[in-house]
DNA sequence: TTCGGCAATGTTGCATGCAATTTGCGTCAA
DNA sequence: TTGACGCAAATTGCATGCAACATTGCCGAA
């Protein structure tokens, strides 16, 4: 468990920045998108109290940001539990997402900068690198930087603040994706045409071809969860 | 300032139901959004805790909640501040809601529950009746609960979720929207049509619809709220 | 007069203690 | 054995005190 959190930790000595409040509810959002703390269960305050070496005042503040954000759910006098969320939560999730892309191309390619358009295809470049290194987690992060750059490119503030928030309650569902190569390969060949379509200011191409990206993306998803919450029920008892 | 708050409180001697934290978010909430706390002002601890009579821990929860929601702006060590929309922002959320509505109408179409749509049936029926009253509040709030409703017939927790928060957001400047008599016939003309295409199950009509209704009524309240903007300029100096 | 530094005041961030509520467990009766 | 009841432990909700930080106003030097 401990050890759990040290390996997330970028040094030994963790220095909180910032206020407590603020470093806690991003630690907490790690933790939850990675695992450690696991869908459906519990979070006990003393606990966490105790590994993070904080105290209540700005773990109970943490907590009511995430539970805003739709991370965790607190009853109250009873305590907060990592929401869990069923395949079709995920789905509903990214309906929407794909809905405020569908708004976010046409509005992007008409009013991007030639600025943002040469960040995003710099990102691409930096993506198809992580991809020949085969460095899933640059990978993965430069593939959510781009969308969210696209998205900011429509210069939308609402849009881009509710699109992040988004995104980042599913995260933790979105890493297996590209786990076979096949399906990986034909993730960046199909961000090849977004970036171009973007390039060349293509709205209602761009958008067309985001759905399209999103719906193949989660369909392999949702298949390899689904695999691995089917084995995971055979490995472990359901607690 | 204490007169506006005992305004709100539906009995004299408030009974706090539930937690303090949640009864002080939405106490907040309303505050910002009937103007009580005026956009871009500071909001004090101090001064709150003993308007509010609690204690300084269930505020600053109620701090954390509604920065996460977009109504104030938190400064470490500074202090909140109610969040200042431009008409620019606001036309941003409302461009979000469009594409909310957008994904949302056709799957209610599709989804929809017969009770669904009687529901909204009814809903309807009472907010005409409340236009024929001439009762503003009453109508505001029926046509936000069909709106909601028709979003909640996607059976999307995601789009029902956002789409809620968005609109909490920009509540306090759609009231603006139907002050002269001609828009507000218009608009109920409108919610006619919407309330049968839902009915029908039209999906991309409803769309439309949908689209149409909110680009124009949000035409009317910004012009509304540019002269109110430009009579205060007048009135009072800028502080 | 104006600008920079400094003290005084006010405000926020956090830790901790206490009260209220829930939960878990043991006991007893049916 | 099962179910209900009641007490104890654990846990959460809240109030409050203290420390850290920011802001304001004042004073002196240029």
Redo the contacts with the bound molecule.
């Keep these: 468990m401990q050890s759990k959190i040290m390996t997330k930790q970028t040094s030994p000595t963790e220095p909180p920045r910032g206020?407590?409040?603020a470093y806690v509810t991003e630690l907490l959002r790690d933790m939850i998108t990675r695992g450690d703390l696991e869908s459906g269960s519990r979070v006990?305050?003393?606990v966490l109290v105790e590994q993070l070496k904080?105290?209540?005042?700005?773990l109970?503040e943490a907590f009511k940001i995430l539970e805003r954000e739709g991370l965790i759910s607190?009853q109250?006098?009873?305590?907060?539990t990592v929401v869990a969320f069923t395949m079709d939560d995920v789905e509903a999730s990214i309906e929407v997402l794909i809905g405020l892309e569908t708004i976010g191309a046409e509005r992007a390619a008409e009013r991007a900068t030639q600025a943002e358009i040469d960040k995003v295809a710099e990102l691409h470049t930096r993506m198809v690198a992580a991809f020949e290194d085969s460095d899933l987690m640059s990978y993965f992060h430069l593939n959510q930087e781009i969308h969210q750059n696209i998205i900011d490119a429509a210069h939308n503030p609402a849009l881009s603040r509710v699109y992040a928030a988004e995104c980042a309650r599913i995260r933790r569902f979105r890493f297996a994706g590209n786990r076979d190569r096949s399906r990986w390969e034909r993730a960046v060949r199909e961000h090849e045409q977004i970036a171009e379509a973007f390039a060349r200011r293509e709205g209602p191409l761009l958008r067309e071809l985001l759905r399209a990206h999103h719906i193949a993306g989660w369909q392999k998803a949702r298949h390899a969860l689904e695999d691995d919450r089917g084995a995971e029920d055979k490995a472990g008892p359901p607690s």
Tied chains: 1, 2.
């Design positions: 206020t407590r409040s006990n305050e003393r904080i105290s209540r005042t700005p109970r607190i109250p006098n009873v305590g907060a």
